[in-house]
């Protein structure tokens, strides 16, 4: 279980060859990249930068991950998440899962990913021409996204 | 008490971090926000609505039941937008 906090951007192909390297018990691994986005029009991006919560967000990460251990049998895996100003087309964050198949590999992928964004204590400014500066509001939609790894939770346990 | 502000909670209070001596009626979560806001009025507006902010007691979320004493970390700050 690796977590890394940094503002530096990260190298994806060596994150993952890293991440694998000298374990063959590894059938599959999953990744995710989040990247910077602006959608144009009128509010265009310029920037986004990311505050956190130095201490509980790696002690958070750690959990998170640990919990996707607890529920799939992974053989690594792995969260970097940066923080500071980016602009758009930049990388944020890097969840990857490796297991002996696919489809727990897949799974937890989607479990840390779903959870991080509502668990973890980052913020986010966005900067546009037009308005300004603006702190991005907690999406429903994350939240349902979170939760339906708490409906799996219950079903498993009935 | 160590007590941290994040994003606008950063913002509109001015501070982003503080030790305070708090007075013995503070023991929950829920008291130590009524006493923050009665300090000043950007506390006040800052801490207006419960259902906009959330709290870590020593860096776990915590409920507004959750007791606080005087060596604990808090942290006060919106809902998460990471990812």
Same mark, same amino acid.
């Given at each position: 279980? =690796?977590?890394? =906090?940094?503002?530096?951007?990260?190298?994806?192909?060596?994150?993952?060859?890293?991440?694998? !390297?000298?374990?063959?018990?590894?059938?599959?691994?999953?990744?995710?990249?989040?990247?910077?986005?602006?959608?144009?029009?009128?509010?265009?991006?310029?920037?986004?930068?990311?505050?956190?919560?130095?201490?509980?967000?790696?002690?958070?990460?750690?959990?998170?991950?640990?919990?996707?251990? !607890?529920?799939?049998?992974?053989?690594?895996?792995?969260?970097?998440?940066?923080?500071?100003? %980016?602009?758009?087309?930049?990388?944020?964050? %890097?969840?990857?899962?490796?297991?002996?198949?696919?489809?727990?590999?897949?799974?937890?992928?989607?479990?840390?990913?779903?959870? %991080?964004?509502?668990?973890?204590?980052?913020?986010?400014?966005?900067?546009?021409?037009?308005?300004?500066?603006?702190? =991005?509001?907690?999406?429903?939609?994350?939240?349902?996204?979170?939760?339906?790894?708490?409906?799996?939770?219950?079903?498993?346990?009935? | 008490?160590?007590?941290?502000?994040?994003?606008?909670?950063?913002?509109? *209070?001015?501070?982003?971090?503080?030790?305070?001596?708090?007075?013995?009626?503070?023991?929950?979560?829920?008291?130590?926000?009524?006493?923050?806001?009665?300090?000043?009025?950007?506390? @006040?507006?800052?801490?207006?609505?419960?259902?906009?902010?959330?709290?870590?007691?020593?860096?776990?979320?915590?409920?507004?039941?959750?007791?606080?004493?005087?060596?604990?970390?808090? @942290?006060?700050?919106?809902?998460? *937008?990471?990812?």
């Amino acid at each position: 279980m =690796v977590v890394k =906090v940094q503002a530096e951007d990260f190298d994806v192909g060596e994150e993952l060859a890293a991440l694998t !390297e000298g374990n063959w018990a590894i059938g599959g691994m999953s990744s995710f990249v989040g990247l910077v986005r602006d959608l144009g029009g009128a509010n265009a991006l310029k920037a986004m930068t990311l505050e956190h919560y130095p201490g509980m967000t790696e002690k958070m990460l750690r959990a998170i991950e640990a919990e996707a251990n !607890e529920r799939w049998p992974l053989e690594a895996s792995l969260i970097v998440h940066r923080y500071g100003r %980016l602009e758009p087309g930049d990388r944020i964050v %890097l969840v990857a899962t490796a297991s002996a198949h696919r489809q727990a590999a897949f799974d937890s992928c989607a479990f840390l990913i779903d959870w %991080l964004k509502t668990k973890a204590p980052f913020w986010k400014l966005e900067e546009t021409d037009n308005l300004g500066e603006r702190w =991005v509001e907690a999406k429903q939609s994350d939240d349902q996204a979170a939760d339906r790894w708490n409906r799996h939770d219950r079903e498993a346990a009935e | 008490m160590k007590i941290l502000y994040f994003a606008w909670l950063r913002q509109k *209070t001015g501070i982003d971090s503080e030790n305070v001596v708090v007075p013995e009626d503070v023991s929950d979560v829920a008291s130590l926000i009524e006493w923050l806001k009665e300090r000043n009025e950007k506390f @006040a507006d800052a801490l207006s609505d419960f259902g906009s902010i959330r709290v870590a007691v020593n860096q776990e979320f915590a409920e507004l039941n959750a007791p606080v004493g005087q060596g604990d970390e808090v @942290a006060i700050f919106p809902p998460m *937008t990471g990812g």
